[in-house]
Nanobody, 124 residues
Framework: QVQLVESGGGLVQAGGSLRLSCAAS????????MGWFRQAPGKEREFVAA????????YYADSVKGRFTISRDNAKNTVYLQMNSLKPEDTAVYYC?????????????????WGQGTQVTVSS
């Protein structure tokens, strides 16, 4: 069982930056691929970014490429999402997820555990 706790959300102006963190319980964190998803009001949850267990491979949605960076610190059991050049359309609840699959990390069913989410609001 893995428990995930996100933090770092908040209110920021367009063009600003935020860094989300997701702390995981357990001693096998490096075995898990980690992903970030988001859900805006009235929309389905969508993929944002993912990272392999070693951190050697990263994946991004086209909408965030060049602006967001996913990273992880396996010694701290934490995955991060650095968000720069934020836009109002980035406003959503952001969720982190953990799974032991190595492929198809852009889809929800690849993940077994989910955090409770953290709100990110970008004002124009």
């Amino acid at each position: 069982q893995v428990q995930l706790v996100e933090s770092g959300g908040g209110l920021v102006q367009a063009g600003g930056s935020l860094r989300l963190s997701c702390a995981a319980s357990g001693r096998t964190f490096s075995r898990y691929s980690m992903g970030w998803f988001r859900q805006a009001p009235g929309k389905e949850r969508e993929f944002v970014a993912a990272i392999s267990g070693s951190g050697g491979s990263t994946y991004y949605a086209d909408s965030v490429k060049g602006r967001f960076t996913i990273s992880r610190d396996n010694a701290k059991n934490t995955v991060y999402l650095q968000m720069n050049s934020l836009k109002p359309e980035d406003t959503a609840v952001y969720y982190c997820a953990a799974g032991q699959r190595q492929r198809f990390l852009h889809i929800e069913v690849s993940y077994d555990y989910w955090g409770q989410g953290t709100q990110v609001t970008v004002s124009s």
